[in-house]
């Protein structure tokens, strides 16, 4: 493992609030990745920041009478405030209407046009004669030239995923009066992506082969095999970040060139914050560099943005970009502009003190290798039989048993029998095993062994039985409590990437020694005979039908 990280999670478009989608695909693995790391004494350096630019910012502004500006302020301060309230640990959130990243990506610019790495082309583009707007992007639907979708955007296709021009699209409609648009000639700057065939056969489809999901292993290949073209990174709109080169007036870089860089601009930002410097992050070979990203932004950090690092030349690649596919809810496909989401910033007013849940259910239930589905029936069940009936079950059956015959001393264990043994070895094998998964990205089966370790506290002390015990036995019941109460040592440690809040409570309850982490749970002796434990206190609480009722109520209105 390297010693140095910077994991960066997709930069959240201001022109929405966060959902349970973003929260699953995203934010939620990037957040125990980077949280395990730390616990590993990684230097991890977890970035991101929100989305400013764009055509949708300026359609959106323009549909409810306000300036972009405003959009961009109200989306960026309710995205910003909810990762916080849902504990998400970035060491720093920027965004990209910054003066540090106007800067940062105009550099970028400039550096490549110096060393020509673009290409520029006259092209006949679509114009909006009736709005005296050149259409790119958002601002132009119509047919899907791949797979015939209706509704296809003039950058991309949400059906099939497909990255598009806006010439590509059969019968155009503008989306700003809905009149079919002209043509009119236009000068851009296009990456010449087909420069970069090679670099990204071999970087990627070679050197990356076995380490890479197959998911985005596929859809590179199938990009790489339908032919890099020239892709153009500037466009004719007002809103974004002005083409610093001469010829450029009334022009910005395409969002999507300067979105990826806000990643480095944020660093730059956190670095002038921490009296740190940010060129290691981004620089040096000894650093690993990981996206988080959904399945929708896989051409542009696994072709476009490695193809301007590697133009740029002294950047280092990604190690890895572990996309996730898409979650759906309650069978349908989530959807901003159809209100078809669970808003995490209603989430949190609706479930206070329930982060953990949340990032629980999606954990078990990521759609890691396939679309997947969020139903609240499978959250109530989730939480009441597996937070509530086995990992708060066992801690709380511990901490009563101890506060009852022992007044929360930690007794010292008599003779052990075969059972303790084995229950001593799962607990000693367990953080190998679920560091193994998160290091594959497998977060999803090392919830699942987090949770197994629950499990089997839970199922010691129902199989031994000190409560029936402590009146014939006293000493067995010693070792029996001794025993676990490391596994729940063991459980507020391994716990704390997946769940942080609860393993924070954990921690205060058993008095745990806060120098004790990751890799001190297999030498099994993380709580002392004679040890305090704190109070106890309450992990989990069952959720009722009521509030479930509630939440589905609020979907179908
Ligand atoms: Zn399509």
Not at 281 to 287: I, L, R, S, V
Not at 305 to 324: D, Q, W
Request: glycine share 6%.
């Amino acid at each position: 493992m390297s010693k140095r990280y910077t994991i960066t999670a997709a930069l959240p478009y201001t022109n929405g609030p966060i959902h349970i989608g973003h929260l699953a695909g995203v934010y939620v693995p990037a957040d125990i990745y980077a949280r395990y790391l730390r616990m590993r004494g990684k230097e991890v350096l977890f970035i991101c920041g929100s989305d400013e630019h764009g055509v949708a910012i300026s359609m959106k502004a323009k549909k409810e009478g306000i300036t972009p500006k405003e959009v961009i302020d109200k989306y960026h301060n309710i995205i910003k405030k909810s990762f916080d309230d849902f504990g998400i640990s970035f060491n720093y959130y920027g965004r990209t209407s910054s003066d540090v990243h106007r800067e940062t990506a105009q550099e970028f610019f400039k550096t490549m046009h110096a060393n020509d790495c673009f290409e520029t082309q006259t092209t006949e583009q679509l114009y909006d004669a009736k709005e005296n707007q050149f259409l790119a992007d958002r601002y132009v639907v119509g047919t899907c030239p791949k797979c015939g979708h209706p509704e296809a955007y003039g950058d991309q296709c949400e059906n099939c995923g497909s990255s598009l021009n806006a010439t590509d699209l059969i019968d155009p409609k503008s989306a700003l009066s809905g009149e079919t648009p002209s043509l009119k000639t236009t000068t851009h700057w296009y990456l010449p992506l087909d420069r970069y065939e090679d670099f990204l056969r071999s970087w990627i489809l070679e050197s990356h082969k076995s380490d890479w999901k197959t998911n985005v292993l596929g859809q590179v290949k199938s990009w790489i095999e339908d032919g890099l073209k020239p892709r153009a990174v500037t466009r004719d709109l007002s809103w974004g970040i002005p083409v610093p080169v001469a010829g450029g007036e009334n022009k910005v870089l395409y969002v999507w060139f300067d979105a990826p860089i806000g990643y480095i601009s944020a660093t730059k930002e956190w670095a002038t914050q921490e009296g740190a410097d940010w060129k290691p992050y981004w620089q040096d070979k000894n650093t690993e560099l990981v996206h988080f990203i959904g399945k929708d932004n896989i051409v542009f950090h696994c072709i476009i943005f490695p193809s301007v690092l590697k133009a740029m030349g002294n950047y280092i690649l990604p190690e890895n970009v572990p996309a996730n596919e898409f979650l759906n809810l309650e069978g349908q496909k989530l959807s901003t502009s159809k209100n078809w989401a669970v808003w995490l910033h209603e989430y949190l007013e609706d479930f206070p003190e329930k982060q953990d849940v949340l990032r629980y259910v999606l954990t078990a239930n990521a759609p890691e290798t396939k679309d997947n589905d969020f139903t609240w029936n499978d959250f109530q069940t989730r939480n009441n039989s597996e937070l509530v009936a086995i990992f708060g079950n066992f801690i709380n059956r511990v901490m009563v048993l101890m506060k009852k015959h022992y007044e929360g001393v930690v007794p010292p264990p008599n003779s052990l029998t075969k059972t303790d043994e084995a229950t001593q070895k799962k607990l000693a094998a367990a953080p190998t095993e679920i560091a193994q998964l998160i290091e594959q990205y497998k977060f999803r089966a090392a919830s699942q062994e987090m949770m197994q370790l629950a499990r089997l506290g839970n199922k010691y002390l129902a199989d031994e039985e000190p409560w029936k015990l402590i009146k014939t036995d006293p000493d067995r019941v010693a070792t029996i409590m001794h025993t676990a109460l490391q596994v729940a040592a063991g459980l507020a440690i391994v716990s704390e990437p997946f769940l942080p809040h609860t393993a924070q409570k954990l921690r205060k309850m058993l008095k745990l020694n806060e120098a004790l982490g990751w890799d001190n749970v297999s030498a099994l002796h993380l709580i002392e005979s004679g040890h305090q434990l704190g109070e106890a206190g309450l992990l989990f609480e069952k959720i009722e039908d009521d509030a479930i009722a509630v939440q589905l109520e609020k979907l179908s209105s």
